[in-house]
């Protein structure tokens, strides 16, 4: 049996990086990775300006409380002022470029207008309520480094510097199936001893929140012609093949054979829990190209949604290019007792509490999919380490596992 930490370093291990690239419009690169560094052709901003609405003054003109100065000027945003002449204060509006020969703007509120006059009742300093140029970006500066899966934010700060288009990494093409005869689809009859196939659903959003290009192809046969079928089918035109349930070592599990057979197979007990069943491997395409990664994933559907997000959600991010995939547990106490620790690492359903102590789920079990909506992150738990209420635990939150 693999520790965790061994199985997710050889995933990682087994990660290649796409190298297509793909010029996207910004607007329409959120969730995209970025493939080169972006550099900026300019200052942000590209002049001083003000912070505030407010009179650009020449410090040395107000060396005392009351200062009486002619208005000789007015800068709005969008507009450049000439050089503010001794004596003199300039009427500015928040970003306006400062005007030459200012040093420093007094916010309105500390002001009184008088005709074509102002009396400034602050004795500034130099550089007050001014922002630089460049003082946000800086002419030539990396602003996003290639491998950053692009957020709102970055695709602002992008805009900012004048990209219309951003350079990405191609989309994961991944082909999705279940096996098992006991499954149907929402929507049709429930013959007795059969369930509905929960993990397709659930499979298919976390890969489509993770950027990918999704093909659904159902629910396999429970027979190994079909399912070697259907992985030669797939591995033509897709980069990963991602399945759940048939792992196993039941006369009724043909993942593992069909993978063999189809390509190589390196088939995993990992000392997880909820997990422990993982399948990698490789199917070779009959086309003679390179052929698709393969990862068959248990059937349970806690133990599928946990060793996806643990294990599967790094390699598709290291594959599409993101340079930083491994997610980050924060320190926080426990608010429950948990006194019999099993030998795998465990990851247990949990969510933080109104005291901001983390809370469990009261039934951890492999079936309970109720669980994991009622969380909303998971505690990392050693290998045997029991936890006591007040404990320090390492609390992952799903915002750091499902996106």
Request: glycine share 10%; proline share 8%; aromatic share 4%.
């Amino acid at each position: 049996m693999r520790s965790f930490e061994e199985a997710r370093v050889a995933l990682l291990a087994a990660a290649v990086p796409l190298a297509t690239i793909e010029n996207v419009p910004t607007a329409e690169a959120l969730g995209r990775v970025l493939a080169v560094d972006q550099v900026s052709g300019l200052n942000v901003p590209p002049l001083d300006n003000s912070q505030m609405d407010g009179y650009a003054v020449r410090c040395t003109d107000v060396a005392a409380v009351g200062v009486r100065l002619a208005v000789a000027q007015r800068i709005p945003a969008g507009s450049v002022g000439h050089t503010l002449v001794p004596g003199s204060a300039a009427r500015i509006f928040t970003g306006a470029p400062i005007p030459a020969g200012a040093d420093a703007v007094v916010m309105q509120e500390l002001c009184a207008h008088d005709g074509d006059h102002v009396l400034v009742n602050h004795v500034p300093r130099v550089g007050e309520w001014i922002r630089r140029a460049g003082e946000d970006i800086a002419l030539g500066s990396v602003v996003l480094r290639a491998g950053l899966r692009l957020n709102p934010q970055m695709l602002g700060l992008a805009a900012s510097v004048g990209c219309a288009t951003l350079p990405v990494i191609r989309r994961l093409r991944v082909a999705l199936f279940s096996t098992g005869d006991e499954l149907v689809m929402p929507g049709e009859p429930l013959p007795p001893g059969a369930i509905y196939n929960s993990n397709r659903y659930v499979l298919r959003g976390l890969l489509e929140a993770l950027g990918c290009q999704v093909s659904d192809l159902g629910i396999v046969p429970d027979n190994l012609e079909a399912t070697r079928a259907v992985l030669r089918e797939a591995a033509l035109q897709h980069d990963l093949i991602l399945t759940s349930g048939g792992v196993s070592v039941g006369e009724e599990d043909h993942i593992k054979p069909a993978v063999s057979a189809e390509g190589r197979l390196d088939s995993w007990l990992v000392a997880m829990k909820p997990g422990k069943p993982v399948a990698v491997g490789r199917i070779r395409d009959p086309a003679g190209r390179a052929g698709a990664a393969f990862i068959g994933l248990p059937g349970n559907p806690v133990s599928s949604f946990v060793t996806f997000i643990m294990l599967v959600r790094p390699f598709v991010l290291s594959s599409q290019g993101v340079t930083d995939c491994l997610p980050q547990a924060i320190p926080l106490q426990a608010a429950f007792d948990w006194r019999r620790p099993d030998r795998r690492r465990e990851f247990l359903r949990a969510r933080i509490g109104p005291d901001g102590r983390v809370e469990l789920f009261p039934h951890q079990g492999p079936g309970i999919l109720r669980s994991t909506v009622w969380a909303d992150g998971l505690v990392d738990n050693p290998p045997g380490q029991a936890i006591t209420a007040g404990d320090r635990v390492s609390f992952i939150p799903y915002s750091e596992l499902l996106s």
